[in-house]
Each structure stands twice: as C-alpha cells, then as structure tokens.
C-alpha cells in the first residue's frame, strides 16, 4: 500500500510536466481547437462575454452529464469482477497509523472544508479584482454548486450504490471537489498576476498531486469503490475544463479581444483574435485526457495517481491569462 502512495504522488508530479509541453500543445493547434474558437468568437460578439460563459458552462455540463452516465454503467457492471476484489485486498493490507493520516487527508475532499475555502478564495480574488470584483466573487462560488449539482445528477441516473464500508457512489465527488475548488484558485492565481508558462505547469501539477493523493486516500479508507475513484479522477478534470474556458470568456481571456490593426470586425474577432488563447484552452483538454489515462492507469493497482488531470486543465487554462494581453487584467498586487 506504501507503494501505491508513493506512485499516486510520483505519477502525477512528473505526468503532469509532460503532457503540459508534449500532447497538450500539438492538440492545441488542432482543426477542432481552431472551430471552436472561431465558434465561441462568434457567438461573443453576438452576446456579449457573460451571456456566451453562461451558455458555455451550461452545454458543456450537459455534455458530462451525457459522456458520464454510459461510464457509470459500465463501471456498475464491474463491480463484482474489479470492486469487490480491490476492496477484500485493501481490507487486508490496511495499517492503522497510516490509515489515520489517510482519514486526516481524505477530509480535504469533503464539502464542509471546501466550502470555506472557496468564500475564502473567493473574497480574497474579489479584492485584488477590484472594479471587476465580481467575475472571481461569481465564478469562484459558483465552481462548488456546479461540481454538486452536476455530480448528483450522474449519481442519480446511474444509482449504484455504495461499498458496505462507506457512502461515496458514482462518480467521487470528493476527488472533483478537489479538482473543481484548487483548479479555480490556480485558474485565477494566473488570471491576476503575469506568470510564465513554467509557473502555469507549477500550478497545475500542485493539483495533480492533491486530487490523485485524495482518490488514493479514498480507496484506503474504503468510502469508495475504485471504479467510482477512477471515474471521478476523469469527471472531476473533464468538468473542470468547460469551467475554465467559460471563465476566461468572462474575463475577457478567451477569446482573446480584438488589438489594432487586427480588429477588422466580427469575422477578424471569430478567426484571429483568440489564436494563443484557444490554443492554451485546447492543451487544457489535451492535459486533461492525458493525465486521466495515466490515472486510470495507476488507480486500477489500487492507487489513485489520475487526478493528475486537473492540474493539467488548470495549468493550460491558467495559461490563457499569461499568454494574453487583453483588457480586464486587474492589476498585480505586489507580494506583501
């Protein structure tokens, strides 16, 4: 079980530097990448930044709720051939010291705590925001209602229960929780101070680390079974990214706004305008997909090392503010 700790650090901390300059940054200059830019442009101009956030944020829950429900019954049709087997090996392998600390840091994951640093998080951005205080007081509150809400819809189409050692169903709310409030926080870290890439790819494999520590934490204690963490350690990343880029659209990031001579109108907006953002938004979902395998792949020995994703859709996403130059960048607040 140690080495399974272990790897669910190790995996993520050095997954999450490669996918951030390898796979993330050849998807993001995709055909895919380029229409949706070009789409999200459009659909800009035409309503305005908040409404396009708004309408963003809300397809793209939709579209998780559609992907993630066939998910669930599948990982519901393994669970005598692949929970039950994990659970019995876990059960005998448990240490009750270390399953002390693991129950400590499971809690990370748990609403109560969460909530409080998302007020806190969200306060803190509002200030340093200033005349823009509700873009951060908005979107860093609303990121906890909408990993809830989202989550309990799958939990209910999918209705699977929960292992005879806790409550946690389908998909680990706890590892998208995690994913959701310290992806936002990182998000927003880059958004309000000019950083270079290095310390966008710091940021994000910091998630990566602390979702797929929680996932492992929560296959020790036995609140889950597996396939619910390995599940979450995908839903948590895939949720995050449209979470991301409907913030930086209301920021004024992504797109990224019209400069000088390139503003010829709507059509210059919808094609060239937002080139480095989008592609920043595009390495977010590479990262996110990638970092998911290598989870997958580490949660089914029985450590969680996939939340490695989040911390790659954070970083890419974060990386949108570095790269771009447009308007409604507070300003930075030098480090007291």
């Known amino acids: 079980m140690y080495f399974f700790a272990a790897l669910s650090v190790?995996?993520?901390?050095?997954?999450?530097?490669?996918?951030?300059y390898g796979p993330g940054r050849r998807l993001a200059r995709g055909r895919l990448v380029t229409r949706t830019r070009a789409a999200v442009a459009g659909l800009v101009v035409t309503l305005g930044r908040p409404v396009t956030a708004l309408a963003f944020v809300l397809f793209w829950a939709a579209l998780i709720v559609a992907v993630f429900w066939p998910v669930g019954l599948l990982a519901h049709s393994l669970e005598d051939a692949i929970d039950w087997p994990v659970l019995l090996w876990v059960t005998e392998r448990r240490n009750p010291s270390f399953e002390e600390f693991n129950w400590f840091y499971t809690a990370l994951g748990d609403r109560d705590p969460l909530k409080k640093v998302v007020v806190a998080a969200a306060v803190v951005f509002a200030v340093l925001w200033r005349k823009r205080f509700w873009i951060p007081l908005v979107a860093i509150l609303l990121s906890f209602p909408l990993e809830q809400y989202v989550q309990a819809i799958l939990a209910g189409m999918v209705d699977r229960g929960h292992p005879p050692t806790g409550l946690g169903s389908y998909p680990s709310g706890g590892i998208a929780r995690v994913v959701m409030t310290f992806g936002a926080i990182a998000l927003f870290v880059a958004l309000t101070w000019?950083?270079?890439r290095r310390w966008h790819v710091v940021l994000g494999t910091v998630v990566f680390v602390l979702a797929a520590y929680e996932g492992y934490s929560r296959i020790y204690t036995q609140k889950h079974w597996i396939t619910d963490v390995i599940s979450g350690l995908t839903f948590g990343p895939a949720l995050f990214l449209g979470y991301a880029v409907a913030v930086?659209?209301?920021?004024?990031?992504?797109?990224?706004?019209?400069?000088?001579?390139?503003a010829?109108?709507?059509?210059?907006e919808a094609t060239g305008a937002a080139g480095q953002a989008s592609a920043n938004a595009g390495g977010a979902s590479a990262n996110a997909g990638g970092a998911s395998a290598n989870?997958?792949?580490?949660s089914a020995g029985g450590a969680s090392a996939g939340g490695a994703s989040a911390g790659g859709a954070s970083a890419?996403?974060?990386?949108?503010?570095?790269?771009?130059?447009?308007e409604g960048r507070p300003e930075a607040v030098p480090a007291a």
Do not use: D, F, M
């Open 10 to 20: 190790i995996v993520p901390a050095v997954a999450g530097p490669l996918l951030a």
């Open 248 to 262: 930086c659209i209301l920021a004024g990031r992504y797109p990224r706004p019209e400069t000088g001579a390139a």
């Open 316 to 326: 890419n996403a974060g990386g949108q503010a570095g790269e771009s130059t447009g």
């Open 194 to 196: 000019k950083l270079s």
């Open 264 to 268: 010829s109108g709507p059509a210059s």
């Open 295 to 298: 989870a997958g792949g580490a």
